[in-house]
């Protein structure tokens, strides 16, 4: 018997999707959540940029604010550099600042800088916008500057180019001559100790605020010498200088990366104070140093500014040094040697 098709049977027999039509419609999907994710990955990029670009646009509008502030006193700063005892006063300072042998060599040297030039470095640091675009922990700038000021420049690549190389340099490495001798004689015996070439680094301003902390350590091994300006204005807080260590059972750095020591090995030997116009210097071969600032200090917007430049020597030496050292001993002396330590 022949069965009849009604409308209602043909029409439910027509509605139902095949297999086809569904890996279709998955298809479909997929492909619409996937140009989904790629318009958000899109517009996270944009505002990224865009974040970017707001962060640039307010350093370079401080620079052009202080570059308006400061141009004016140019013809002032010339004078300032042209100043005939500059180096005889730096090297006085070098030669009268006492020495430390224990725990390790050190010196501290107060009224470093003459006072007019001192000052001129204060006015030259840069716009705080250039510091604090950048993230917790890499907040300083290299000298000399890519973006500043003109003011700002001249004065820091009279610092960086002329005062260190031809004045600090070898004032700093006559008064440690014994101590570094001994220390290259120790490490590449049978070496003259006065053929090894030393410089000094242009260096960077570090930028500091309440809750910063930096562990007992010492810095990257190839620095033989480490110097650090503190660059105070008139009425900060002389508290939260630089901690200088004694190390129980100290040994050699493991590496030529900073060297990071366990704070129950360490014992204080001085708490240098954040005054103006000091510099410290010191041996980076035994002991530690580190620096905090307490979370709670005082006021609120504490800002802190240090220069940091290191001695050592030059990236053609390091690489003779490397080759002379025994196999032995070339793991000690391992890492990237940087042009500026």
Known sequence: MAVLKTDSMTEGTASAPTGDSNTGLAHTVALVQQQCQEILAQIKAMREELSQLTVREGELRAVLERATEMDAHLDRLKKTLRKTTMAQRV???????????????????????PGVFYDALLSGIPPVELFESKPMGKQHLDVPFSLAPLYSQRIWRYMANDLIPHVITPALLTKFRTEIDEWIIKNWPGLA???????????????????????????????????????????????????????KNDREATSAA???????????????????????????????????????AQPENLRRYIYQFRLGPTLEWIGKLKAMLPEERQPLWAGKALVDY
């Open 91 to 113: 090297t006085s300072a070098i030669e009268n600042a006492e020495y430390h042998r224990e725990p390790f060599p050190y010196t501290v040297i107060d009224n470093f800088l």
């Open 193 to 247: 100790p006065e053929s090894v070439e030393l410089r000094g680094s242009g260096g960077r301003i570090m930028y500091r605020r309440r809750g910063y902390r930096i562990r007992p350590h010492r810095d990257p091994k190839w620095s033989f010498i480490t110097c650090i300006l503190y660059l105070a204005f008139p009425g900060d807080d002389e508290s939260w200088g630089t901690q200088m260590y004694a190390v």
């Open 258 to 296: 900073p060297y990071w020591i366990d704070e129950k090995d360490c014992t204080l030997v001085e708490d240098v104070r954040f005054v103006p116009n000091r510099m410290i210097t010191f041996l980076n071969t035994d002991g530690a140093h580190g620096a905090f600032i307490p979370p709670d």
